[in-house]
């Protein structure tokens, strides 16, 4: 596993806390709109940071932060990456976990093993552009177990939707939240393109703001939270 990515301090991405972050080089999605291209693309390149130097810092900040997020890239395809939750099980923090849920499996060892406080799911389309949304070819099998198995886990969790024109319409996002039906909070985030996997992305304008709220507060009834971030 090669970790290429820290953040000592976040405020806004583990909900409720203060937190760091990790971000693990390598994915096994190219979603063209990504905002993290390098932890896709140059994952073998990157300078990577030793885990080691990563579980001594947290724990001498441990009196400051109250949990530590594990993303990407995507953790779960990372080999390590059970060690790795359970190193930072010791340090006594919560943790968080991103994923695309493109692996069930792991993700049933992780919430077994009782070593994530929090799990977020990304879901990137409805089921006919999923893999467009993606980048490549995906197994729908795959993204409904790990969906259901998150929302019945008992563990705390969210699921976002990154509104990508061309990708996600305005009318897509009722159908994604009631195949959510059930879970924890939904969080639509708004398409940025500053950054992106693919560089055409570059030139997608972002929906308004406005749409998105407006989005969020027609599903709000089928949460416990709906957020929008970004917009």
Known sequence: MR??????TTLIDFP????AAIFVAGCNFRC????????VL???SCDAIPAADILDTLTRRRGFLDGVIVSGGE?????????????????GLEIKLDTNGSRPDV???VLEMKLADYISMDIKAVPERYSLAAGVAVDPEAIDQSIDRIIHSGCAHEFRTTVVPGIVFPEDISRIAARLAGADRFVLQQFRPDVTLDPQMKTVTPYPGDLLRRAARA???????VDTRGA
């Open 42 to 44: 140059e994952a073998a």
């Open 32 to 39: 063209p709109f990504c905002h993290n291209p390098s932890l």
């Open 3 to 8: 970790i290429c990515g820290f953040i000592g």
């Open 107 to 109: 993700l049933n060892r």
């Open 16 to 19: 409720g806390r203060v937190a």
């Open 75 to 91: 953790p779960t395809i990372q080999p390590g990456i059970l060690e790795l939750l359970g190193d930072l099980r010791a340090t």
């Open 219 to 225: 599903v709000s009834g089928g949460f416990s939270a």
